[in-house]
């Protein structure tokens, strides 16, 4: 699934979810199967017209072998973004001929057509797609680009698999460019897939936007980014740098390239959310306008990339085939999402982006969400995603499963004097269940784990009891130190002002404010803009910690806010509410042992003993 930028954004995010996944559940999918349908094509329309009235025109073409009626569905969902979007929703003016003479049909139910073919042969099927909203799953459209994905918009036949070839055709302006992950076909401005599966995994830009290129590990990788002129040349440089330090210290951990190119594609808006989605070939990203130039970019992009292995090739066996007219619940998304966060970490440390310091303090950072979300199994965790609890466990499998992975390696490591890794367990399984066509089982993956270990004990099956299928704490101050760390915690009280800003030209604006936090006491407003906070001025998100730190464990009851409002600044008087937040900081031991120092080396480095 996406990355998000920040540990402690899960549970925001995880609500604005929640909304969207309320709609539906009241019907079952039809449990019918359509009649066959061969040779099918895509024609997708995606000129200026269509993007002033944010639709995208969709055709569908295939032969019907006969009157037997053919059900055609959406998909509920995009594989990686694990929340029922239910794309029929935006689907408008649906119709379907053939001899140019309209055909019958009904809704099957909610996200299926059926429809009644007089005879044998052609039959066309369309309908106009609703583009205008921004969520790397959905599609989007501006006067001169669009943004979509194959789940959106290609209609397939309920019952049949996915096993089948098509291709797709865009009827563009003729100076747009077009960029998908799919394989061109020998006709110009047509694409083809050989399933189903590959179809709807392959995103589209089409219109004007930046697209460069760059030569790593043996692939070409492009870059496509919205709007043209985000490419700057030196974001280029600076991109196409972390790619050729974090790429092939992820191809390492499976000593293979499992595609001939790839694309970052990214958007970026003052609207965007930020976070990624992972594709088979391509990421796509968000990124708001003001983070461009972020620190998180290459940990999004290492993530996401990792991602090409992990979950989009090697995938637990829940997820194997995809369904997509339905949820499709797992309790290995800590494997495929946390494992991912590990290894996106790492691969920064590995390919010296940044160093082992930002690495623990990474660590530390998903250890304290942990420490501050109820006891919740990784399984559990895992399962959920799909709801979007509200607890304060929503999106808990990507800072547990990063943990977990983390103390699994150390364990592995240790177990082994060194000689075997998590590397060998995430290789192995590449090769043993995704070679193969399968996804992993549970005992699959626990005897990868207890081979590389060569433990015949029972540690590992202790560790599914407690921290996968339990909810115990996960025990860093036992495993850490095998690996020469320590966590060392310390609880602060620091200032909250209970709002969400936006930072614009250098200014935060308040975009919203929490109804009984200080702010909201003290009468700022939505829209102000400010200027400084307790004396420390607000030019960017690190001025938020340098004003907590200064009023951290303070005894005033207030501090003076200028906020911009209506162009004139006012000073505001905001009273002090200290919350208690949990430090963690990961720090490596000065004196630990020889093994365990080999074995600290070994995970930042991506090597073992022989
Ligand atoms: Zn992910």
Redesign the pocket.
């Known amino acids: 699934?996406?990355?998000r930028v920040n540990w402690r954004r899960l549970a925001a995010v995880g609500f604005a979810v929640a909304l969207v996944a309320t709609a539906g559940r009241a019907q079952a999918p039809s449990p019918r199967v359509s009649a066959a349908v061969s040779n099918v094509r895509y024609d997708l329309t995606v000129d200026s017209a269509a993007m002033e009235s944010r639709h995208i025109g969709v055709s569908m073409t295939f032969t019907a072998t006969g009157t037997a009626p053919v059900l055609l569905s959406l998909p509920a969902w995009s594989p990686?973004h694990y929340v029922l979007l239910w794309f029929a929703r935006r689907v408008s003016k649906f119709g379907a001929e053939a001899d140019g003479r309209p055909l019958e049909w009904r809704q099957a139910d909610y996200q299926t057509w059926e429809i009644h073919p007089r005879d044998a042969g052609e039959v066309r099927v369309h309908f106009e797609y609703l583009a205008d909203t921004i969520d790397r799953a959905m599609a989007w459209t501006k006067p001169n680009f669009a943004f979509f994905l194959g789940t959106n918009l290609f209609l397939y036949p309920v019952g049949r698999g996915f096993d089948w070839p098509a291709t797709v055709t865009i009827h563009t302006e003729p100076t747009w460019r077009v960029t998908t992950g799919m394989d061109p076909a020998p006709e110009p401005g047509r694409f083809a897939a050989t399933n189903y599966h590959d179809l709807v995994d392959m995103p589209f830009f089409v219109g004007r936007f930046d697209l460069d290129s760059t030569f790593v590990a043996d692939r070409w990788i492009r870059l496509a980014w919205y709007p043209a002129g985000a490419l700057t040349p030196a974001r280029r440089d600076r991109t196409f740098g972390w790619l050729r330090r974090f790429v092939p210290a992820e191809v390492a951990v499976f000593r293979e390239t499992p595609f001939h190119t790839y694309t970052i594609f990214q958007v970026s808006d003052s609207v965007v959310n930020g976070g990624?989605l992972?594709h088979q070939n391509s990421q796509m990203d968000e990124v708001p306008t003001d983070q461009l130039d972020a620190t998180w970019l290459p940990g999004l992009y290492s993530?996401?990339f990792f991602?090409a292995w992990n979950?989009k090739r090697l995938r637990p066996a829940d997820l194997v085939p995809y369904r997509y007219d339905d949820a499709q619940p797992t309790r290995w998304l800590w494997v495929?999402?946390g494992v991912?966060?590990y290894y996106g970490g790492l691969a920064q440390v590995r390919g010296g982006i940044t160093d082992s310091l930002l690495f623990f303090d990474d660590m530390a950072g998903a250890a304290a969400s942990v420490a501050g979300a109820p006891p919740t199994a990784l399984g559990d965790a895992s399962l959920s995603a799909w709801i979007a609890p509200t607890d304060g466990s929503g999106g808990l499998y990507?800072p547990k499963g990063a943990m977990a992975g983390f103390l699994l390696d150390v364990m592995i490591r240790d177990a082994s004097d060194n000689r075997h890794s998590l590397d060998d367990v995430m290789r192995g399984l590449y090769e043993t269940t995704w070679k193969r066509g399968r996804g992993f089982t549970a005992a699959q993956w626990w005897a990868a784990v207890e081979r590389n270990a060569g433990t015949t004990d029972h540690r590992f099956q202790e560790f599914a009891r407690r921290y996968v299928d339990g909810r115990e704490e996960l025990p860093l101050d036992s495993i850490l130190p095998l690996a020469g760390l320590r966590v060392e915690t310390d609880s602060i009280r620091e200032p909250r002002l209970g709002i969400s800003t936006a930072l614009d030209s250098g200014e935060a604006r308040v975009t919203d404010v929490g109804p009984t936090g200080a702010a909201a006491t003290a009468g700022i407003q939505v829209g102000d803009r400010l200027v400084s906070l307790g004396g420390v001025r607000v030019s960017d998100y690190v001025s938020f910690g340098a004003f907590r730190a200064r009023y951290a464990g303070t005894t005033l009851t207030s501090f003076p806010a200028v906020v911009r409002r209506d162009g004139e600044l006012r000073t505001i008087q905001v009273p002090v509410r200290l919350v208690v937040r949990t430090l963690v900081r990961v720090v490596a031991v000065p004196d630990a042992p020889a093994k365990a120092v080999r074995i600290r080396h070994g995970i930042l480095g991506g090597t073992i003993d022989r």
């Open positions: 699934m996406e990355y990686g990624g992972e993530h996401e991602h979950v495929s999402e991912t966060s990507y």
